[in-house]
Nanobody
Framework: QVQLVESGGGLVQAGGSLRLSCTAS????????MGWFRQVSGKEREFVAGMNWIGSSTYYADSVKGRFTISRDNTKNTLYLQMSSLKPEDTAVYYC??????????????????WGQGTQVTVSS
């Protein structure tokens, strides 16, 4: 069982930066592949970025590639999402997620087993 808590969201102007954190409880964080998703009210949850369990492989949605960076510190049980050059269309609730399977890449929300409660990111124009 993994419990996830996101933090770091807020209001930022277009072009600005934010860093989201996701802290996991339990001893098994380092065994889980992780991901970030986002959701706008009334729309489906959208994949943002993913990372394998040891942090050697990362992958991104085309909409954030080159602007967002996912990383993890297994000694701190923490996942990060560094967001730069933010745009108004990045406004959403951002969720971190963990998956039990360590195989392959996962961009669908149904492939993840544990979720945080979300943190709001609002980008003003």
């Amino acid at each position: 069982q993994v419990q996830l808590v996101e933090s770091g969201g807020g209001l930022v102007q277009a072009g600005g930066s934010l860093r989201l954190s996701c802290t996991a409880s339990g001893r098994t964080f380092s065994r889980h592949a992780m991901g970030w998703f986002r959701q706008v009210s009334g729309k489906e949850r959208e994949f943002v970025a993913g990372m394998n369990w040891i942090g050697s492989s990362t992958y991104y949605a085309d909409s954030v590639k080159g602007r967002f960076t996912i990383s993890r510190d297994n000694t701190k049980n923490t996942l990060y999402l560094q967001m730069s050059s933010l745009k108004p269309e990045d406004t959403a609730v951002y969720y971190c997620a963990a998956r039990t399977s360590i195989l392959g890449r996962a961009t669908m929300s149904g492939e993840y087993d544990y979720w945080g409660q979300g943190t709001q990111v609002t980008v003003s124009s």
